[in-house]
């Protein structure tokens, strides 16, 4: 099982991103896919927030990016997106997609893919 984060990068305030997880060693159908990234902090260092969840029954979204994110996935290319607007410099962090024991929901994450770094400053 891999899951491969990609689509980070330096964007403006203000600008979009839109982020890939290309998933492979199990069908995409089946799991839900969330997208986590590194919370800020010393005090919270290893620690990550939940930003958004999808699945082929819903997609629900987190409080940090509410509002100016959406998911949607491609089955032919095993590939989830997450398109964040509006960035601000506060979004800035590590984000990874992660696959979920659950059909439905991503309470309990099962495997991790390697991060991609977005940076947000003028």
């Known amino acids: 099982v891999q899951l491969q984060a990609s689509g980070g990068g330096l964007v403006q305030p203000g600008g979009s991103l839109r982020l890939s997880c290309v998933v492979s060693?199990?069908?995409?159908?089946?799991?839900?896919i969330g997208w986590f990234r590194q919370v800020s902090g010393k005090e919270r260092e290893g620690q990550r927030e939940?930003?958004?969840?999808?699945?082929?029954?819903?997609?629900y979204y987190e409080a940090p990016l509410r509002g100016r994110v959406t998911t949607s996935r491609d089955s032919a290319r095993n590939t989830v997106y997450l398109q964040m607007n509006n960035l601000t410099p506060e979004d800035t962090s590590v984000y990874y997609c992660?696959?979920?024991?659950?059909?439905?929901?991503?309470?309990?994450?099962?495997?991790w893919g390697e991060g991609t770094q977005v940076t947000v400053s003028s």
């Open positions: 992660a696959a979920a024991r659950s059909d439905i929901y991503c309470d309990r994450m099962q495997y």
């Open positions: 060693g199990f069908n995409l159908n089946d799991r839900a």
């Open positions: 939940e930003v958004a969840c999808t699945s082929t029954k819903t997609s």
